[in-house]
């Protein structure tokens, strides 16, 4: 399903568009600033995405980078990596071998506006 896809089924299921409705349910939705273009980035069913219809990032929440350390694209972490581009992840487990680790992910944006992660360990 495309980003537009996401938008428009939104529409015809009856929920509330992010950026129409009221200021409460509006502000209820909002995650963070589009490191892209600077709109607010809105908590969606399948991923949090920038309010700017004609911005395309977003963050999946059915992520593989995350699955492959065994976590999630939930609200807080994409909150923290909206605001601080970095998030500190404990108690992640390698798919491939089993191994328990912390680390922190670091967010950057391509040239096309998708989010690019890499792992760090330690505060480098």
Avoid: H
């Avoid at 349910?25 to 069913?45: A, F, I």
């Avoid at 992520?63 to 976590?71: G, T, W």
């Amino acid at each position: 399903m495309s980003y537009e896809n996401e938008w428009q089924d939104a529409g015809e299921f009856g929920e509330e568009l992010p950026f129409g409705g009221s200021e409460e349910k509006k502000d209820s939705n909002v995650v963070g600033k589009c490191p892209v273009c600077g709109k607010d980035v809105v908590d969606r069913k399948k991923a949090f995405f920038c309010s700017n219809m004609d911005c395309k990032f977003a963050l999946w929440k059915n992520n593989r980078f995350f699955e492959a350390i065994s976590k999630e694209m939930d609200r807080p972490t994409a909150e923290e990596l909206l605001l601080k581009g970095t998030v500190k992840l404990e108690d992640c487990v390698s798919k491939r071998t089993g191994n328990k680790f912390s680390c922190y992910v670091d967010m950057e944006t391509d040239p096309d506006s998708r989010p690019q992660f890499s792992i760090r360990f330690g505060n480098k």
